[in-house]
């Protein structure tokens, strides 16, 4: 089953993103969308032909880890985007943040201050479903370091494509940008 890109152009418009940059990030989730179908569809065809031993075959399963969650993490991220409610402490998510962070102020520096480490990759905020406790994870590629078995909860893109059209090595100013526009709502409904 091939996947479809979706569509977020609903956040065109967002403060602190431009259209520029939106429409560029848009159109490099798709094209992790069409790369990861065209991985599956190949990996299929090897099975098929029983080229499982073939070095092609060990390339892709291992290109496959990249492109599929550069699809996904762009998913998590455009869909913890735009919202416009303020983050309600009381709520399930504060509450949980809270407990594992000590405040939400702990959280916020401890997320802001991955947000700001040298290197490209992503900053998420993970529930270890085992435990139940969230913790703020440096991400390096899509597909390196992700702690297994856990849930995403918010997912923000740090590559230089998410933000240097718009604010050059300002980082930080973006990472303030993207709190002014996180859908708590969308990132409350992923907590197991
Ligand atoms: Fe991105």
Redesign the pocket.
């Known amino acids: 089953m091939a996947y479809t890109a979706k569509d977020y152009s609903k956040l065109i418009g967002m403060a602190g993103f431009s259209e520029t940059l939106l429409k560029n990030?848009f159109t490099?989730?798709q094209g992790y969308v069409t790369n990861t179908n065209k991985v599956l569809d190949a990996l299929a065809g090897l099975l098929k032909e029983g080229k499982t031993a073939a070095p092609e075959y060990a390339e892709l399963k291992r290109r496959l880890g990249w492109e599929f969650d550069g699809m996904r993490l762009?998913e998590y991220?455009f869909e913890n985007l735009g919202g416009k409610a303020a983050f309600d402490l009381t709520g399930k998510l504060g509450k949980k943040i809270v407990e594992s962070f000590g405040s939400y102020e702990a959280w916020e520096k401890d997320f802001k201050a991955v947000g700001t480490m040298r290197g490209i990759g992503w900053v998420i905020l993970y529930q270890d479903t085992a435990s139940g406790q969230l913790i703020n994870f440096w991400i390096n590629e899509h597909d390196v370091g992700h702690p297994a078995g856990c849930q995403p909860i918010l997912v923000m893109?740090v590559?230089e494509?998410?933000f240097m059209i718009d604010y050059g090595l300002k980082r930080a100013d973006y990472v303030e940008a993207f709190f002014k526009n996180i859908d708590w709502k969308a990132a409350e409904a992923r907590l197991k």
């Open positions: 990030h490099l989730y762009h991220y893109d590559f494509h998410a």
